[in-house]
T-cell receptor, first 114, second 113 residues
Framework: DADVTQTPRNRITKTGKRIMLECSQT?????MYWYRQDPGLGLRLIYY???????NKGEISDGYSVSRQAQAKFSLSLESAIPNQTALYFC?????????????FGPGTRLTVL | DAKTTQPPSMDCAEGRAANLPCNHS???????VYWYRQIHSQGPQYIIH???NNETNEMASLIITEDRKSSTLILPHATLRDTAVYYC??????????????FGTGTRLQVTL
């Protein structure tokens, strides 16, 4: 089984709808992240969480919210979806390490907002 | 975090070594060099990282210049499955709030027969 899973894998929705993307991990990592990727561009960080009680905004958090329900679960919500939120969304996890931490990514959720 | 510069694309023949350069002239002494790759819209995959010394693992080698202003990722025997976008990322270690990665646009490596 995959260590980092994302649901749904694909979603088409309409402008103004509320959408939740879910991420679960079995790696036992404390740190979790949400990124979005637009065509031809690199990943941009939306939100990150270093533990269940810690939530931080990334570089493009406007229009998004998150919930860290447990160590293993980190959800991303679009309260009122708009077309420019059409993108590929990735969840990632990492452990804590002084030298540097490898991030493990999920398979992604392709979201289309019409 | 230091900014990185990578060529937008490169080609490599299968079986040959792929050498992917990265410039990071503003790197600080406590910043590491990380490499990730992304195969066709899959989640990015960690490859290797280093601070000062050259590093090697089962996937690749990382050569960092003595002044640390540039580095090269080497895939010793590229295969078609290595076709991907390769990201060079420079950042401090994972203490405190410095754990997040900043992805640029990377280098698109095309391995051909």
């Amino acid at each position: 089984d995959a260590d980092v899973t994302q649901t749904p894998r694909n979603r088409i929705t309409k402008t103004g709808k509320r959408i939740m993307l879910e991420c679960s991990q079995t790696k036992g990592h404390d740190r979790m992240y949400w990124y979005r990727q637009d065509p031809g561009l690199g990943l941009r960080l939306i939100y990150y969480s270093f533990d269940v009680k810690d939530i931080n905004k990334g570089e493009i958090s406007d229009g998004y919210s998150v919930s860290r329900q447990a160590q293993a679960k980190f959800s991303l919500s679009l309260e009122s979806a708009i077309p420019n939120q059409t993108a590929l969304y990735f969840c990632a996890t990492s452990d804590f390490g002084l030298e540097g931490n490898e991030q493990f990514f999920g398979p992604g959720t392709r979201l289309t907002v019409l | 975090d230091a900014k990185t510069t990578q060529p937008p694309s490169m080609d490599c023949a299968e079986g040959r070594a792929a050498n992917l350069p990265c410039n990071h002239s503003t790197i600080s002494g406590n910043e590491y060099v990380y490499w990730y790759r992304q195969i066709h819209s899959q989640g990015p995959q960690y490859i290797i990282h280093g601070l000062k010394n050259n590093e090697t693992n089962e996937m690749a080698s990382l050569i960092i210049t003595e002044d640390r202003k540039s580095s090269t990722l080497i895939l010793p025997h590229a295969t078609l499955r290595d076709t991907a976008v390769y990201y060079c990322i420079v950042r401090v270690g994972s203490t405190g709030t410095a754990s997040k990665l900043t992805f640029g646009t990377g280098t698109r490596l095309q391995v051909t027969l």
